[in-house]
């Protein structure tokens, strides 16, 4: 009996010197719809499914392989001889090659015109359906769902009259992740749809991106994966233009300079040393924000990533060339930029699309055992009901250093203070046990330049040791959420020191 191959594919690529080999193998062709049509009309033999199962295509194409004398041949254990003798009995035969791929769900919802009803016809039923029979089956059955494994699959068939179980297995693993991607995109959209927020079940799939040298540590492994469908204002999406492949620290990194850079629409520069702002400036052109960035902490800033929301010009560059940083990312840079830059062998340059249009994703943090999830924190300044604490209401120049550093504080680990004038950082106190100790660390960081300059909180003052200690540094504006059951010492305390206190009602821990 000769053998049988099914083949049904959305990608073409590959498959008419697929199924050329096959025929020259002796292999008897089956096929449906557009991939029979592409392969007759290049002078392929091809047998159509509804030969087969002795029932025509019904319902626009919705059924056409469910059928017993499709899947019995998927699924039937060729050595077993009760499976034989059934076969025998309703003229059954073996199906040996299958090669499917589905309809194109994730390229139809991606599209920012996609209605409802497409969407839902994109959802392959049958292409799933014969991809898990034959993987299941995968002792007699070799499953093909990537075109890049044509090559390895015709070698063993030429040298060998069948592919070898080890390959089975593996082709057979990677449909069920396969069909299971596919299914949670499905589920991803629906669940969205419905409007569930905390289903009973969470299913996210992840493309791999590149596997990476080592993790956090030399001893440890690690890869990077991309979300489907993600936001193209991501390091996962971004385009790298020059130097050496990021390493898992430097994506961490980077990740952390995108998520503070979005949070400006003016010019502005984040720089960031493991996962935290060391400089924030804004200015009337990149150049001015880059400078103020570098001058909120020089020393930091080495080894650092640099995030630009402007296009980088030569004259940016030209200051950047002179100092090492690891990563610089930007919606694009100038070919005078790329040149100045490039000469820096180890630096990396990244393009990202700064179109926020997109929906803010969920955040996933995986424990042991377990994933947290929550929703992005998006909380501005302009979302905040601001009440002014004490006596003194602010000027106009100590507002605007309120809302940098109040914009940059929810993105330094807790417990955060970061000291600021209207244009940059002046200090940043991060990831301390106690509130007194963050702010000690950001007071002496800015040094003579916090006189003046406003100090911003992640949470609230327990206690009033953080006026205190802003008070003699020179503090005249703090920023901070409020609601502790201490907050009038802390209000007497700024009053004592002529110290206007804003309470914006809102904390923004960061673990």
């Known amino acids: 009996m000769k053998k049988r191959a099914l083949l049904s594919v959305s990608d073409k690529s590959g498959i008419l010197q697929f199924a050329q080999a096959l025929e020259t193998l002796g292999y008897e062709i089956l096929s449906t719809g557009g991939t029979m049509k592409h392969l007759a009309e290049n002078g392929v033999a091809v047998t159509a499914v509804d030969e087969v199962t002795k029932f025509p295509e019904i319902m626009e194409g919705r059924v056409k392989t469910l059928n017993p004398m499709i899947h019995g041949g998927l699924l039937a254990k060729q050595d077993d001889p009760l499976h034989q003798a059934q076969m025998e009995e309703h003229g059954i035969q073996p199906i040996d090659i299958v090669c499917v791929n589905l309809y194109p769900f994730k390229e139809t919802i991606s599209k920012p015109d996609v209605t409802t009803e497409d969407a839902i016809e994109n959802i392959d039923i049958g292409g799933p359906a014969m991809l898990r029979a034959s993987a299941k089956n995968h002792a007699y059955v070799t499953v093909i769902v990537d075109a890049s494994d044509y090559d390895q699959v015709l070698a063993e068939l030429k040298a060998d009259g069948a592919t070898t179980l080890e390959t089975r297995r593996r082709l057979a693993a990677k449909v069920f992740r396969h069909t299971a991607a596919y299914d949670a995109l499905i589920s991803g959209y629906l669940t969205e749809l419905a409007g569930e927020e905390f ?239 963050a702010a000690n660390i950001a007071l002496t960081q800015a040094g003579e330049r916090a006189k003046g300059a406003a100090l911003a909180s992640d949470a609230f003052f327990p206690m009033d040791d953080t006026v205190e200690a802003a008070a003699k540094a020179g503090i005249t504006a703090i920023i901070q959420p409020g609601g502790s059951v201490k907050d009038e010492d802390s209000i007497k305390k700024a009053n004592e020191y002529g110290i206007t206190m804003v309470f914006t009602g809102v904390r923004h821990f960061k673990h």
């Open 199 to 437: 289903p009973e079940q969470v299913t996210y799939t992840y493309e791999l991106k590149q596997p990476l040298r080592y993790g956090e540590n030399p001893h440890q492994k690690a890869a990077f994966y991309s979300r489907p469908l993600g936001s193209d204002f991501s390091i996962a999406y971004a385009e790298q233009l020059h130097g050496k492949e990021l390493s898992y620290n430097n994506i961490q990194d980077a990740n952390a300079a995108i998520q503070i850079v979005k949070e400006f629409d003016a010019p502005a520069a984040v720089a960031v040393k493991h996962m935290n702002p060391c400089g924030v400036g804004t200015g009337n052109s990149i150049e001015e924000a880059f400078n103020k960035a570098f001058e909120a902490d020089p020393v930091s800033i080495f080894g650092g990533i640099i995030a630009l929301n402007r296009e980088v010009d030569g004259a940016t560059a030209e200051k950047m060339s002179k100092i090492f940083l690891e990563i610089i990312i930007a919606p694009s840079f100038t070919q005078e930029a790329i040149e100045i830059l490039t000469k820096k062998k180890n630096i990396r340059l990244l393009t990202i699309s700064f179109d926020q249009n997109k929906k803010d994703q969920w955040n996933t943090v995986s424990v042991e055992g377990g994933l947290l999830m929550q929703e992005p924190d998006t909380f501005g300044f302009a979302d905040a009901e601001i009440r002014v604490a004490t006596d003194r209401e602010p000027t106009e120049a100590e507002w605007e250093a309120m809302k940098l550093g109040w914009a940059v504080v929810k993105h330094v680990k807790s417990n955060a203070i970061v000291v600021s004038d209207a244009q940059m950082t002046l200090g940043v106190g991060a990831g301390q046990m106690n509130r007194v100790g």
